[in-house]
């Protein structure tokens, strides 16, 4: 029986990783330190009211206690992030970028 050796070459669109990689250097992983989980509005509502930045940050994913934030603009994401966790209603917020 012949085994392929390699699977097929998979040549990326370079227009597609470049939109792909702006897109995500904008974006920070957050865990929430708590039992609870909170909504993604709930959270939108309290971080966009608390943190004093220049723009807005939108979260766009949630899967348990992890959520996607995107930032508006990167040095509120270098800024924040750098800061350490924050409080968040009663939680502590631990930010990735």
Do not use: M
């Not at 971080?47 to 990167?74: K, M, P, Q």
């Amino acid at each position: 029986i012949h085994f392929a050796r390699h699977g097929p070459v998979i040549e990326p669109d370079h227009e597609e990783v470049t939109i792909q990689r702006d897109f995500w250097g904008f974006c920070a992983i957050g865990f929430i330190l708590k039992y609870r989980k909170f909504s993604v509005n709930h959270l939108q509502q309290i971080i966009n009211a608390a943190w004093r930045i220049r723009g807005n940050v939108t979260i766009i994913g949630r899967d348990s206690y992890f959520y996607i934030l995107r930032f508006e603009h990167v040095d509120d994401l270098n800024n924040i992030c750098s800061k350490g966790p924050r409080a968040i209603d009663g939680a502590l917020l631990a930010l990735e970028k």
